[in-house]
T-cell receptor, first 113, second 114 residues
Framework: DAMVIQNPRYQVTQFGKPVTLSCSQT?????MYWYQQKSSQAPKLLFH???????NEADTPDNFQSRRPNTSFCFLDIRSPGLGDAAMYLC????????????FGPGTRLTVT | AQSVTQPDIHITVSEGASLELRCNYS??????LFWYVQSPGQGLQLLLK??????LVQGIKGFEAEFKRSQSSFNLRKPSVHWSDAAEYFC????????????FGKGTMLLVSP
């Protein structure tokens, strides 16, 4: 089945140690999104790619960066994780023909020790 | 700026009873509206969406929602709740821009009692 895959599902990193979260998709969608979801809160959009065009939300900290080397893969890099960055990170995809529907991956739960 | 309000943080419903989850939105034009469900530790699954046309939309798992422009609401309903419906429900609004960035409400946690 076509899907959105996130690896790893659970990631533990140390305070200040760079970490990379991975998202891949087999849907061939041209838009990919990264959301941060803290406990009992709404998903918050960090940034998204429309094809190769990167779109950063105004309030996304500089500590968060992203790479999209090809259509299928997108990475979230946290350069110096702080305790406040512990959260679920959700990747999603969409395309113009998906009717604005976003397809979500299962998420990566990040713990910062 | 677009926004979504879900006034109920938690709702408890008896199994077999009806359910209504409230959602109010703010958007300058005709909104694209969505309801997603999230089980613990999982990603979000789309239940239903409204773009235009019939204001009563049917979704998966027996859910439906009604768009009321005059009330800026998009409430989610189900006539008979099952224990497996216990989860967190998010309402979201997106714009008509060819693709959408979504703004989510804070969610409503549904608890189902026996």
């Amino acid at each position: 089945d076509a899907m959105v895959i996130q690896n790893p599902r659970y990631q533990v990193t140390q305070f200040g140690k760079p970490v990379t979260l991975s998202c891949s998709q087999t849907l061939n969608h041209n838009v990919m999104y990264w959301y941060q979801q803290k406990s009992s809160q709404a998903p918050k959009l960090l940034f998204h790619y429309y094809d190769k065009d990167f779109n950063n939300e105004a309030d996304t900290p500089d500590n968060f960066q992203s790479r999209r080397p090809n259509t299928s893969f997108c990475f979230l890099d946290i350069r110096s994780p702080g305790l406040g960055d512990a959260a679920m990170y959700l990747c999603a995809t969409s395309t113009r023909t998906s009717g604005h529907k976003q397809y979500f991956g299962p998420g990566t739960r990040l713990t910062v020790t | 700026a677009q926004s979504v309000t879900q006034p109920d943080i938690h709702i408890t419903v008896s199994e077999g009873a009806s359910l209504e989850l409230r959602c109010n939105y703010s958007y300058g034009a005709t909104p694209y509206l969505f309801w997603y469900v999230q089980s613990p530790g999982q990603g979000l699954q789309l239940l239903l969406k409204y773009f235009s046309g019939d204001t009563l939309v049917q979704g998966i798992k027996g859910f439906e929602a009604e768009f009321k422009r005059s009330q800026s609401s998009f409430n989610l309903r189900k006539p008979s709740v099952h224990w497996s419906d216990a989860a967190e429900y998010f309402c979201a609004v997106g714009g008509n821009s060819g693709y959408s960035t979504l703004t989510f409400g804070k969610g409503t946690m549904l608890l189902v009692s026996p």
